[in-house]
């Protein structure tokens, strides 16, 4: 389970760095028990197991709860803004603008492992045992900014206006019939299947916005529409609100003093700092060195190369800038070259195959990432939900159950990359190459690799936006050139690139899908035929299969986390065999710098380092390293 898509942006990387189907209804154990008594509230919910917090609690294990409150932190942004509209798909949306919202339920930062989730603006929930709907009760202590109350009317407004407005929403939460308001401030969900265990749980996730304020007027008198962007500052019910701004430059948010919710166990020892502000770059390159200029106060390094190599200055040696890894336990990822699948020339898989045997990875990694990196083996890299070895137990029945539709090696071979990193195996892998481009019916004419119905060379066109991009790009195309493929690096601003990757404009582009513990729902929108065609899916490559189609609904409505687990694998053993991307590479730790300025809980949560969530500003670090002004 993944957060529903909000931004409109696509889900990428640089380089130095969620169609049924139908299954036969044999995924449930037997016929589905009928209820006969209404089902008992929850205080929190999981996918599996129990909720580590009861009712009860206080405050979670990972915060302290007597952090100080004060301070400013200060936080980087890239790509600028132009919109507080926070459903809308197009725009930039400002950074930091779900400081301002509550949803009905969060999830704890110390059990993603299970997606278990806390009450926020709703206090408790229920659903029946065949999950067919979802009633959540509003706290009747909810608030808006303006002190109006929070009301299941404010959520069914929501919903309907985000799956209105929002494609991406519109497709994600497609199994929801009906959002109604109830007596007694509850609000229910209805489902148009049963047996998806994630459903109830995800609309939870809705973004709770203020009907009365986006149905009024502003201060001119004008007429608020919720169908366009704006940046007026939107009415919230969160822990921040907004102070001020410039658009495209920067944005502060504000602690808000009386913030109804700031005695709930979820928030408690949480949002500590009386303000936190965002400056926005342009360029990737003038960013860091902002920070070298304490411009702003917390960065997380994606490029390993800039990790190895960027961060030998005055302020690191005298211990005024802190570097830390922590490591990630709590997502994994794809990241890959995608080559676009509604091009007929990437349509056959040896062709794609042969893509990824003229990548030489570990070359690249040591000569620019100082060997700091990991070639990505699995959709899922970094957990434990990739497969590995051959298939067995239920993940080999579920295999077995679509013989014939998916690849044969799938069966007796383990998927591993092509290995570079001498000269050696870099011949080697590019022969393998021209074998597999031959095979599917090009031939080299005088080095070009040439369609021999048309006579036009097989051509790439590897779109980027960030200039760093080029240290991996030039020897995968240099590769590329010597068994005949004509490469073009085609660099585009920000805001074209994202045009292009929704609009499907695009060859090869470096994309990355990111995963949690728990996959559900938005595997579709990854991978499923119904995506496919729909412009900002994250279904970059186009991926059209029935088999994955179905495998993904055996993930959907998994009846326990070993189906799931199981059921997972054998998507991932699926996509991997049918070479529809060049696996790229991950790291295992999340690489952080900081103005040694801020103090953390002794314990921190497993699966996140949370900054600035958790995080406090400390008077008496500030004061050797510098106060910020």
Do not use: C
């Not at 090869?508 to 728990?518: E, R």
């Amino acid at each position: 389970m993944t957060a529903g898509p909000k931004a409109p942006r696509p889900v990428f990387l640089a380089l130095a760095t969620s169609l049924f189907l139908a299954l036969p209804m044999v995924m449930a154990a037997g016929p589905v028990r009928a209820q006969t008594t209404e089902p008992a509230w929850h205080h929190a919910t999981a996918l599996a197991g129990t909720p580590k917090y009861g009712p009860d609690a206080k405050h979670f294990d990972y915060v302290n709860p007597d952090a100080p409150k004060g301070g400013v932190v200060r936080l980087s942004d890239t790509g600028g803004f132009d919109t507080f509209n926070p459903i809308l798909p197009k725009g930039n949306t400002a950074p930091g603008l779900g400081l301002m919202y509550d949803n009905l339920m969060e999830t704890a930062l110390d059990e993603v492992d299970i997606s278990a989730s806390y009450g926020v603006i709703a206090d408790a929930m229920r659903y029946p045992d065949d999950y067919s709907w979802v009633e959540y009760r509003i706290n009747p202590k909810a608030r808006w900014h303006d002190g109006q109350q929070i009301t299941a009317a404010d959520v069914v407004w929501s919903f309907q206006k985000a799956t209105e407005l929002s494609p991406p929403q519109k497709f994600y939460y497609k199994n929801v019939i009906k959002a109604e308001e109830l007596p007694g401030g509850i609000v229910r969900f209805e489902f148009d299947t049963k047996g998806n265990r994630e459903l109830p749980h995800i609309v939870s996730q809705v973004l709770v916005l203020p009907q009365h304020w986006w149905e009024g007027t502003n201060d001119k008198g004008e007429k608020r529409d919720i169908g366009r962007g704006t940046l007026e500052p939107p009415l919230g019910s969160g822990p921040y609100k907004i102070k001020s701004f410039a658009a495209n430059r920067d944005i502060v948010y504000e602690r808000v003093k009386d913030y109804w919710g700031n005695d709930l166990p979820i928030r408690v020892g949480t949002n500590n700092f009386d303000e936190i502000r965002y400056a926005v770059f342009l360029d990737q390159a003038v960013e860091l060195e902002a920070f070298k200029g304490d411009q702003y106060d917390f960065r997380q390094e994606l490029s390993a190369s800039q990790w190895s190599k960027a961060y030998d200055f005055p302020a690191v040696r005298d211990g005024r800038v802190v570097k830390e890894e922590f490591v990630d336990k709590g997502s994994g990822r794809m990241q890959a070259y995608v080559p676009n699948l509604r091009r007929e020339k990437f349509q056959d898989p040896r062709v794609r195959q042969a893509l990824n045997y003229a990548y030489d990875f570990e070359t690249t990694n040591e000569i620019v990432s100082a060997n700091l990196l990991k070639r990505i083996g699995s959709y899922f890299a970094g957990t434990d939900l990739g497969a590995t070895g051959l298939p067995e137990g239920l993940e080999l029945e579920i295999l077995e159950s679509l013989r014939g539709e998916i690849p044969e090696e799938v069966f007796t071979t383990e998927f591993k990359n092509p290995v570079g990193g001498n000269p050696q195996n870099v011949r080697t892998n590019l022969r393998e190459a021209v074998k597999l481009l031959t095979a599917a019916g090009y031939k080299l004419d005088g080095g070009r690799l040439i369609d021999p119905k048309t006579g036009e060379q097989f051509t790439i066109e590897m779109l980027y936006f960030d200039k760093s991009a080029e240290r991996n790009l030039l020897p995968y195309s240099k590769n590329l050139e010597s068994i005949g493929i004509k490469t073009i690096l085609r660099i585009v601003d920000q805001p074209q690139y994202i045009n292009r990757i929704n609009a499907r404009d695009f060859d090869m582009a470096t994309l990355v899908w990111g995963q949690s513990l728990s996959p559900g729902n938005e595997q579709r929108d990854y991978w499923g035929s119904e995506a496919a065609d729909r412009e900002q899916s994250r279904n970059y490559a186009g991926i059209k299969n029935p088999a994955i189609d179905k495998l993904i609904d055996r993930i959907v409505f998994a009846k326990d986390r070993e189906e799931l687990l199981a059921a997972t694998k054998a998507l991932d053993r699926v996509l991997l065999w049918n070479h529809y991307v060049v696996p790229q590479f991950y790291a295992d730790v999340d690489r952080t710098v900081r103005w040694n300025r801020f103090g953390h809980p002794k314990t921190m949560p497993e699966f996140t380092f949370a900054f600035p969530t958790i995080w406090w500003y400390d008077e008496a670090l500030a004061a050797k390293t510098g106060a910020i002004k």
